[in-house]
């Protein structure tokens, strides 16, 4: 098909605005599906995004669509919304010429639809901002029309009103992203190259590759070239997703869709890179992606130390459909064997866990999740870590510094006082105020991310009452008076309960942190202290008491030197039990650390 015809676009919006059902709607609407296969959710393949309703994975779709006797190509690639997965959009971005922005028409403007709007706009995409939900009793849809104005800067009046639920208006939008979104490029005379968006593994065909095409063509038998991994292979089937895979002849110039060419690993595939013939190459490759960046760090065990070499497995197949995770082995002496594993955020970290469980029947112990920090050695070198246990000898160190990060918040006006209370507990530093609308504001802080990754979002949605919503992006490494803080169990120190505080709120945090241990440690037959250290001093302790029977119960009378002797054996019985006897900690222990301060 002509370029002149091929639209590419993404739709991004704030999770839950609506995005997975314009989505639906616009293919119920050119026919791609029909009337009794329209379900809710149609793109999201994965259990736990029906489950949750939120999209995790980016994906295509191609629609045909005729208009004034004109046949087109709608390719649309749908992205994640929440946070966490920032990175799936940007990469969506880069393989389109358009993007439709949707609002909630009674949320109005959020965090992450700012962040989505920016990214589109550093892509130099054609925006289409359209007002979901405008059925809903609680729609405003002036209002939030003109807080896009005065917070994307996009004009009141260009924006389509919308209910993609029922159906209002979505065949205008359908007309407007065929006129406003440009058409791609005609490179069709030039050499082979097609950017790699997404790729995903499966168990009988291998490698399966979403690619956009913006120059030549891709067609099976063709010997191709991967320019990042240098490595050639060779095609044997092209397709384009309708919604399921269906094989062509030939992916052509601007199209959007897969390939397969017997690859085995996806370790093989690098998304971003770009392919091209190999006989008759392309000059210069693509510009590709930032490789993304794991923020959220946590060590995972198995409960049943047996159950290693399968947890070792799950998170192989894993890796294999999610580049953004990695893991490498750990052990400790408290928990046995297990894996260090890196997230972009706290909610990746819970869906990985809830698919290693769910998929493969293993119970994970979890320790508390940890950022990465920087530090700075006394011989000038800078080595990155992201676990309390690599941090070297306090001796060694001339500096350590923690991750900053830009943190939006937009919220009612009347939470600015709780949350500023909040961010200060939480040493966030203010930037700047924006008043989006008589009712709204919008606040941009400087915020350590060690303090807003564990639970600044539910304090903040709590005290806000549901209202509020965040985006934040990682800036910059900032020196901070930071230390190590141990927490020792029976006199011997537990790893995988240290953690890095900063010295102006250790005491309190260690504090807080034993007395919530001593509540769940059982009792044993000994004594047990527990004490919260930096270096080689102790800055709290608590102790468990040792259950005592009572050895006195059969003395009836006489000398209270009796009663002295029998407790002193008793002692003593206590003591040699107590240089022998280990502590059992329960799981639920290691998540007293992740529990809020403010309690």
Known sequence: MSTEHIRNFSIVAHIDHGKSTVADRLMLLTGTVTQREFHQQLLDSMELERERGITIKASAV??????EGKKYMINLIDTPGHVDFHYEVSRALAACEGAVLVVDAAQGVEAQTVANAYLAVAADLEIVPVLNKVDLPAAQPDVVAEEIESVLGINKNECFHVSAKSGIGMEELLDAIVTLIPPPEDNSDKPTAALIFDSHFD??????????????????????????????????EVGKFAPRMTSLEELGCGEVGYFIGNIKSLADVNVGDTVTDEHHPTDKALPGYEPPMQMVFSDFYPADTGDYPKMKIAFEKLSLNDSSFTFAPQSSPALGFGFRCGFLGLLHMEIIQERIERENDIAVVQTAPTVSYEVLMTDGTVMKIDSPSQLPDMSVIEELR????????????????PVMKLADQRRCVLVK?????????????????????????????GMTHGYATMDYELLEYEKSNLVKMDILVNKIAVDALSVIVHRSNAEIRGRKLIQRLRKAIPRHQFEIPLQAAIGGKIIARETIKGYRKDVTAKLYGGDITRKMKLLKKQKEGKKRMKSVGSVNIPQEAFMTVLKNDEE
């Open 402 to 417: 923690e991750p900053i990060a830009k943190l939006e918040i937009i919220m009612p006006k009347d939470s600015i006082g």
């Open 203 to 236: 168990g009988y065909r291998g490698v399966i590759c979403y690619v956009r095409m913006f120059a030549g063509s891709l067609r099976p038998g063709q010997k191709i070239r991967l320019m990042g991994a240098n490595r050639s292979y060779t095609v044997t």
């Open 62 to 67: 191609t629609m045909e669509y005729e208009s």
């Open 433 to 461: 105020t924006d008043y989006i609308s008589s009712t709204r504001v919008m606040m941009e802080f400087r915020a350590p991310l060690g303090e807003i990754v564990y639970d600044f979002y539910d304090q903040l949605k």
